[in-house]
């Protein structure tokens, strides 16, 4: 009978749990500038009190209304961590305070997503935290490279030129993303195009061809027979076709998120595609060097190294093959 009690108030405590809610609030700073932006939080008291910290005195905080389709909060992408990160290697450079070097490069920010996440670093910063622990509490943006070369910059006594090759890094890391997929994009676009021509014809085009095949009165060839049943077909299951793309696609981004067998399946047959296979190749084998010349620049240790170099090369396969040298060393 207690555990059954227990097991209730826990679950009513549970539940009253406040979910997180996202507040967009308008204060002034410790310069008297006014600013504004978003921050997640479960009350106006809670987020008034993180305000406080960064040092804003907040003048209106309200609920943000969400719509239908949910809130369209613009999302951080790589490359605005690869600006951000050489904004701040500038200002170190220049031998402004790092406080206040996040404050300028959040106020310079046109991404009110990417201020509010500079804003909290720099309230985990005014509470005593390094940096590298206060970026190490958002490893959606930075990961274990990131944090591991800033913490040994902090170390060594030499942040702001850590963080000038960090910011090197970053930015040919995302350059050669970007030859990448204007690489890739044509010939994708070519094999859209022809899915899509290939259907037209199929339901519209071959269907007036088939009275006058049919008025022949002879056995038509096996393949042009073969072209009239699938158009025949698509005619009237054209949805199950669609629903059968649908389904598949849903269950090819379950399988490479659940699945590292069929990661590392998915892997190797790109590898080995005539074109994208090659190029693909190329970028990992330039992304594992430029991560191993970082760190050893650094002076991380071999085996640390190589650890944040296999997370870096962005393949299983070479993920596998590097994780096999670590152990091996």
Same mark, same amino acid.
């Given at each position: ?5 227990? &097991?209730?108030? $826990?679950?009513? #405590? $549970? ?33 008034k ?8 005195v907040?003048?209106?905080? #309200?609920?943000k ?25 500038? =200002? =170190? ?8 070097? %996040?404050?300028? !490069? ?7 997503? =990417?201020r509010?996440?500079?804003? *909290? ?20 943006? @930075? ?21 000038? *090759? ?10 050669? #993303? ?12 070519? !094999?859209?195009?022809?899915?899509i ?5 199929? +339901?519209?085009?071959?269907?007036? %061809? ?12 096996? %393949? ?9 077909? =698509?005619?009237?299951?054209? @949805? ?5 793309? +649908?389904a598949?696609? !849903? &269950?090819?981004?379950?399988? #490479? ?12 047959? +790109? ?10 190749? $190329? ?6 060097? *430029? ?18 170099? &296999? ?5 299983? !396969?070479? *993920?596998?093959?590097?994780?096999? +040298?670590?152990?091996?060393?």
């Amino acid at each position: 009978m207690a555990t059954a009690t227990q &097991a209730q108030t $826990k679950t009513a #405590k $549970k539940s009253s749990i406040p979910k997180q809610q996202t507040f967009s609030w308008e204060g002034v700073d410790k310069k008297g500038n006014k600013v504004k932006g978003e921050l997640p939080g479960q009350n106006v008291t809670l987020i008034k009190a993180e305000l406080r910290k960064q040092g804003i005195v907040a003048n209106k905080v #309200k609920k943000k209304a969400t719509s239908l389709l949910g809130p369209k909060k613009k999302k951080i992408t790589p490359m605005d961590v690869a600006v951000f990160t050489r904004q701040l290697a500038t =200002m =170190m450079k220049a031998g402004v305070p790092l406080v206040q070097s %996040f404050e300028i !490069v959040a106020d310079g920010h046109d991404n009110p997503s =990417m201020r509010d996440l500079l804003l *909290r670093i720099k309230g985990d910063i005014e509470g005593g935290n390094n940096l590298a622990s206060s970026l190490a509490a958002h490893p959606a943006y @930075f990961d274990d490279l990131f944090v591991s070369l800033v913490d040994s910059g902090e170390q060594s006594g030499a942040l702001e030129t850590m963080l000038d *090759r960090i910011a090197i890094y970053k930015e040919k890391t995302e350059a050669l #993303k970007a030859k990448i997929k204007k690489a890739i994009k044509y010939p994708i676009a070519v !094999v859209v195009v022809a899915c899509i021509v290939t259907a037209i014809l199929l +339901i519209k085009v071959v269907p007036t %061809f088939q009275d006058l095949f049919a008025g022949f009165g002879a056995e038509l060839p096996a %393949f042009t027979q073969m072209v009239i049943d699938l158009s025949e077909w =698509m005619q009237e299951w054209w @949805f199950i076709f669609l629903l059968g793309i +649908i389904a598949f696609g !849903v &269950a090819f981004a379950e399988a #490479k998120k659940r699945s590292p067998a069929f990661c590392d399946a998915l892997d190797r047959i +790109i590898l080995k595609m005539p074109v994208a296979g090659d190029i693909i190749y $190329k970028a990992t084998i330039a992304r594992y060097a *430029r991560t191993l010349a970082t760190t050893f620049s650094a002076g991380v240790p071999l085996v640390e190294a190589l650890e944040s170099v &296999a997370g870096a090369t962005g393949n299983v !396969v070479y *993920r596998n093959a590097v994780n096999k +040298i670590r152990d091996d060393v």
